[in-house]
């Protein structure tokens, strides 16, 4: 049964996404699919993804976000996963409207504002696709210079969705040093390059402890290598080593992340720095 569903669905390269064009597909065929348009009142649009959970792309998302606003751009940041939500505890908020929620120098939306907290949502296809058009056209951003989309793990409908519907100036793709983790975002950049979203590069995230009494460096997840490597193999920039740091999570949890509570710190300046590779490779103005 599986070999005859595999046969059904593989494409004529080896893969199995569906839902974008092949090469040779007949115009009438083509025009099923959405135009991209951009989004009402936004400059740029920058996703963060990981094919993975638990790799802490979230957490690089908002202190991306907050870096763009120290820079002095007027930044806002859209929380895309439906099921799992996590901007309105990393920048401490709750509403029920789709009107953007503030705090500190970024505009932010996202379901965990309308679902009262701890009720799960437990939807179909059509339901997520729907409350996913709305967090993408319904929200006034009045006028942004950068919107971060901070994608669900995984490289399913949300993926294809706003790859297929959003015209996207770049996308960022978070792992861990963690051979599994590197293993998803190989898959995470291949949808991107076959969803023709320009891919800007890959953050290794949690890329080393240093203890803070003996300095002593520990690879938990695993040495760089296969990160390093991956990127090699797959011509794609290695953008920021984010360090593992106990007061990057901690900060993530009491809602106020690292580059808003640590701002001189060296922690922050990765953050930093991210932000401006990021912003140069997609022509944000200074």
Same mark, same amino acid.
């Given at each position: 049964?599986?070999?005859?569903?595999?046969?059904?669905?593989?494409?004529?390269?080896?893969?199995?996404?569906?839902?974008?064009?092949?090469?040779?597909?007949?115009?009438?065929?083509?025009?099923?699919?959405?135009?991209?348009?951009?989004?009402?009142?936004?400059?740029?649009?920058?996703?963060?993804?990981?094919?993975?959970?638990?790799?802490?792309?979230?957490?690089?998302?908002?202190?991306?976000?907050?870096?763009?606003?120290?820079?002095?751009?007027?930044?806002?940041?859209?929380?895309?996963?439906?099921?799992?939500?996590?901007?309105?505890?990393?920048?401490?908020?709750?509403?029920?409207?789709?009107?953007?929620?503030?705090?500190?120098?970024?505009?932010?939306?996202?379901?965990?504002?309308?679902?009262?907290?701890?009720? !799960? @949502?437990?939807?179909?296809?059509?339901?997520?696709?729907? #409350?996913?058009?709305? *967090?993408?056209? %319904? =929200?006034?951003?009045?006028?942004?210079?950068?919107?971060?989309?901070?994608?669900?793990?995984?490289t399913g409908d949300t993926q294809l969705s706003i790859a297929q519907q959003v015209v996207v100036d770049g996308a960022v793709v978070v792992t861990t040093p963690h051979t599994l983790a590197v293993q998803d975002a190989v898959r995470g950049i291949q949808l991107f390059r076959k969803a023709n979203v320009p891919l800007l590069g890959v953050v290794q995230n949690m890329s080393v402890f240093c203890c803070p009494n003996?300095?002593?460096?520990?690879?938990?997840?695993?040495?760089?290598?296969?990160?390093?490597?991956?990127?090699?193999?797959?011509?794609?920039?290695?953008?920021?080593?984010?360090?593992?740091?106990?007061?990057?999570?901690?900060?993530?949890?009491?809602?106020?992340?690292? !580059? @808003?509570?640590?701002?001189?710190?060296?922690?922050?300046? #990765?953050?930093?720095? *991210?932000?401006? %590779? =990021?912003?140069?490779?997609?022509?944000?103005?200074?």
């Open positions: 049964m599986f070999n005859r569903l595999r046969q059904l669905h593989q494409n004529n390269d080896g893969s199995y996404m569906q839902g974008l064009p092949k090469a040779g597909t007949p115009p009438m065929l083509k025009r099923r699919l959405p135009d991209r348009t951009p989004i009402k009142g936004v400059g740029k649009v920058v996703i963060v993804s990981s094919a993975k959970g638990g790799v802490g792309k979230s957490t690089v998302a908002a202190n991306l976000s907050l870096a763009f606003a120290r820079q002095g751009h007027w930044t806002g940041i859209l929380d895309t996963d439906i099921f799992g939500p996590s901007i309105p505890t990393l920048f401490n908020l709750s509403d029920n409207q789709l009107i953007p929620m503030s705090n500190y120098g970024v505009k932010t939306m996202s379901m965990g504002y309308l679902v009262p907290e701890g009720q !799960v @949502v437990a939807w179909r296809g059509l339901m997520v696709s729907r #409350a996913l058009t709305q *967090l993408l056209r %319904e =929200v006034d951003w009045d006028r942004l210079d950068v919107l971060v989309l901070d994608l669900p793990p995984g003996c300095q002593t460096e520990t690879h938990i997840f695993g040495k760089a290598d296969g990160v390093q490597a991956a990127c090699a193999e797959l011509d794609v920039p290695l953008l920021a080593d984010i360090p593992l740091h106990m007061f990057i999570g901690d900060d993530a949890h009491r809602g106020k992340p690292t !580059v @808003v509570s640590e701002p001189n710190s060296s922690r922050a300046a #990765a953050f930093l720095k *991210l932000a401006k %590779e =990021v912003g140069d490779k997609i022509g944000l103005q200074s």
